[in-house]
């Protein structure tokens, strides 16, 4: 029995090239102030997340050293995080048709604040980060790299370290209030230097592919 072809939409041309598109204004700019106030107010309640070891997972990701914390998902967090809107325009501009919503954090930055050299979990097909406060700073990011083993990755970090610079590592500017980034995590490392200021607040959110 012949199995028919089944094409998948087309995606937009920067997630086909460099697996990364920013959604312009997507979401409503009250809303995220409203998760960034709400994060402001639970600070206390952040886990410290530290590691110093390069290790693959047996998902096939890439863990590095990273110094930082994390907010559990806050009720307008997850609002957004299961945002049908911002669900359909990234199935519209990945050409992935099946993504889910699996929910959110938020990753806070404090000075010196970094995440070496990684990729996502597999369950994060798609990445989606908006920022909460306007100064942070760009994220590293590898294209080059796509779909490269962990120890393809791990190599890199040993010639070039954690935060790579040269011919092939870019940076992506993350949009702040309504705008979203969003990329391919899983497949395309990624790496954010040591934070200059006291405090930034980043919003992520994660799908998968079914």
Known sequence: M??????????HPGWQEKGTVV????LDADRVRLVAGEARDRL?????????EVSSRRDGSLASAVHCAFLPATPKLEELAFDKDLLLALREATGLPRLVPRGGSIVVYR???FQGLHTDTVKATVTAAVALSDNLPPMGWAPHLRDAFPDEQAKVI??????????GF????H?????VRAFAGYR???????????????????????
């Open 158 to 167: 040993a010639e070039r370290g954690i935060f790579p610079t040269g011919e």
């Open 2 to 11: 012949e199995i028919p072809h089944v094409d998948r939409p087309s995606a």
């Open 175 to 179: 949009p702040h209030d309504g705008s």
């Open 111 to 113: 000075e010196g604040d």
């Open 23 to 26: 959604l312009p204004d997507i």
């Open 170 to 173: 870019e940076e992506l500017e």
């Open 188 to 210: 395309i490392p990624h790496w954010r230097t040591p934070f200059p200021g006291e405090l930034g607040l980043l919003a992520t959110f994660s799908y998968m592919d079914l």
């Open 44 to 52: 206390e309640t952040a886990s410290p997340y530290t590691r110093d």
